[in-house]
Nanobody, 127 residues
Framework: QVQLVESGGGLVQAGGSLRLSCAAS????????MGWFRQAPGREREFVAA????????VYTESVKGRFTISRDNAKKTVYLQMNSLKPEDTAVYYC????????????????????WGQGTQVTVSS
C-alpha cells in the first residue's frame, strides 16, 4: 500500500508560480512511476505530467510544456510539480498518483494505469 499526500496548492495571480509536492509513504518509492493529474469543475480528470521510477524520463501534456516541470527525490519519497507562468485555465484540483512499474522506465499518461492516488490540492489562478 502507498499513501500519497499533496501540498503546495493555493491562489495565485496569472503569470505566477507554485510548487506542488507529493509525499509518499509505504512501499519502495523507486518502484513507482509518478504522475500529476488535474480536474477542473465539470471536466474529466486529465493528465499533466509524469516521471519514470528511476531514470528521470518525463512526459508532459502539450498545454504545460515549457511551463511545468516534474521532478522527484527518491531519498525523500517525494515528487514535485513546479508550475510557472500560470494561466487561469490551469485552475483545477491537482492529484498525484503512483504507478507500480518495477521493470519499466516509461511513465504512463492514462489515469487507469495508476494504482494509488492522493486526495488532491486546489490550485486557483486568478486573471
Amino acid at each position: 500500500q502507498v499513501q500519497l499526500v499533496e501540498s503546495g496548492g493555493g491562489l495565485v495571480q496569472a503569470g505566477g508560480s507554485l510548487r506542488l509536492s507529493c509525499a509518499a509513504s509505504g512501499r519502495t518509492f523507486s518502484s513507482y512511476a509518478m504522475g500529476w493529474f488535474r480536474q477542473a469543475p465539470g471536466r474529466e480528470r486529465e493528465f499533466v505530467a509524469a516521471i519514470s521510477r528511476s531514470d528521470g524520463s518525463t512526459v508532459y501534456t502539450e498545454s504545460v510544456k515549457g511551463r511545468f516541470t516534474i521532478s522527484r527525490d527518491n531519498a525523500k519519497k517525494t515528487v514535485y510539480l513546479q508550475m510557472n507562468s500560470l494561466k487561469p485555465e490551469d485552475t483545477a484540483v491537482y492529484y498525484c498518483a503512483a504507478e507500480f512499474t518495477p521493470f519499466s522506465n516509461r511513465p504512463a499518461m492514462k489515469p487507469s494505469s495508476y494504482d494509488y492516488w492522493g486526495q488532491g490540492t486546489q490550485v486557483t489562478v486568478s486573471s
